[in-house]
């Protein structure tokens, strides 16, 4: 009779970035934020496309959203992998947690309503 053991791999996760880590590591060596061993329901990321592509207006809506305390990720900040994902005008996409879409999504509109 054969028998199988199961074994549960837990990983740890960056609430940040979502890179994700073996068992034993406690901090994201690229955000230096602690890790968590799930996430919560909110914290999946929305994808926002915005239409800054201004260099003054993205450091203005980073700093917004830093202020508010709005954990974002940028998307293809390298100019290469920006054309290789068809966003040929450089326009500045971020990745925030689910349960600030809204928030944030209001924060970049008055940047983009203020250019």
Request: proline content about 5%; glycine content about 8%.
């Amino acid at each position: 009779m054969l028998q199988f053991a199961v074994f549960k791999y837990v990983a740890m996760v960056c609430p940040q970035c979502r890179a994700q880590y073996r068992e034993g590591f406690v901090v994201c060596s690229n955000c230096h934020v602690p890790l968590a061993d799930r996430l919560d329901e909110d914290a999946v990321d929305v994808l926002i496309q915005t239409g800054l592509n201004n260099p003054i207006a993205i450091g203005l809506a980073g700093s917004l959203l830093q202020e508010a305390g709005i954990p974002f990720f940028v998307m293809d900040q390298n100019p290469a992998v920006q054309q290789e994902s068809g966003n040929f005008f450089g326009w500045w996409s971020v990745r925030v947690p689910g349960g600030r879409e809204a928030e944030a999504r209001e924060i970049l509109q008055s940047v983009e309503d203020s250019k």
